[in-house]
């Protein structure tokens, strides 16, 4: 990376406004070289307010651009497959949104295309890389409460206007997202749970369409094991997920064998550690940009330094493990 790495972005819609696109722009060695929104009118507005230098409103124009060299896919998951193989058929590097396709197959496929091109492919499950659940992991880690008896992720919030207006919304549409609510927000969760701590090995949910407001799931319930650890012991999780109650709840229990630590997956919260009755919290702010620890970090695999700790394999299962809930829909 002894020149700047030139990247183009694939759908620059309201993610990369704050969240995303800032954060490739200001990483070192990093400088964000295209974009492309099939509407023109909308690409042009988002170069000029963004200050990059090229625009299109062709996606093929954008992948095969030899001022690009990598490409960030920041559309609707149905369109993650189609461009993802385009993309490493161009031998560019990727980084594809969240989820990472519409299913197990799609992923499993987008991970041999890179494989086959020899360049890597990373996914946007940000959260592995803050700093507030990295401090998790290390209390985690360092055996602070203790083994890892069970988890418990008690997540809803009241409807969303727009579908009560019975508008159209790609995020509800299971052609288009893959599922519900469910599948944009509890991939996170369930993804940030595996990275602290281990792959689910098994699972089962139930899945219900409540509310009648669109077609995908809108409540949500399952429970699943943990792969052992290293000295064999298996921990317990269990959740729910509902998206039509009278209110915001967000709430994780990590219970160990000589304390416990909560937290909150998606509002800027303390964390909160109690061992022995005495709890400890720490407050640590996010960024201005979510994703700036996770665009770092690409940086600094292809510059040799690391791993980075969401790839294509990594993301794949937690795809799987969505897969596994919703295949208990009534």
């Not at 954008?62 to 609707?76: E, F, H, K, S």
Request: aromatic share 10%; charged share 15%.
């Amino acid at each position: 990376m002894n020149n700047r790495l030139r990247w183009g972005i694939l759908g620059c819609g309201n993610v990369t406004e704050v969240k995303s696109g800032p954060a490739y722009q200001q990483t070192p060695g990093f400088v964000v070289q295209a974009v492309m929104r099939r509407d023109a009118t909308k690409a042009a507005d988002y170069a000029r307010r963004h200050h990059v230098p090229v625009w299109y409103s062709d996606a093929d124009a954008l992948i095969n651009d030899p001022q690009v060299d990598a490409v960030y896919i920041a559309t609707p998951p149905d369109s993650h497959l189609m461009y993802a193989l385009k993309v490493a058929a161009a031998g560019k590097i990727c980084c594809v949104e969240k989820p990472m396709a519409l299913n197990t197959q799609q992923c499993a496929e987008m991970n041999a295309a890179f494989a086959a091109a020899g360049v890597p492919l990373f996914v946007a499950y940000y959260r592995r890389s803050l700093p507030r659940f990295l401090q998790i992991k290390q209390w985690l880690d360092s055996g602070r409460i203790g083994i890892v008896r069970h988890v418990q992720w008690n997540f809803s919030r009241s409807a969303n206007p727009l579908d009560l207006t019975g508008a159209a919304n790609w995020r509800t549409d299971p052609a288009q997202a893959g599922g519900g609510y469910f599948v944009d927000l509890a991939s996170h969760g369930l993804d940030l749970l595996m990275y602290l701590l281990g792959d689910i090995t098994q699972v089962q949910g139930q899945a219900l369409n409540q509310q009648g407001l669109y077609a995908a799931e809108d409540a949500v319930t399952a429970q699943w094991q943990f792969a052992p650890d290293a000295a064999g012991h298996i921990a317990t999780g269990s959740g729910f997920w509902h998206f039509g109650t009278d209110g915001r709840r967000d709430a994780v229990e990590i219970i160990g064998s000589k304390g416990h630590i909560r937290f909150s997956v998606f509002q800027d919260e303390s964390l909160q550690l109690t061992v022995q009755g005495v709890t400890e919290e720490v407050f640590i702010e996010n960024p201005p940009h979510i994703q700036q620890y996770h665009v770092a970090n690409i940086a600094a695999q292809i510059r040799g330094e690391l791993q980075h700790p969401s790839s294509g394999d990594s993301a794949l299962r937690a795809t799987a493990v969505m897969e596994q809930i919703l295949a208990g829909r009534a």
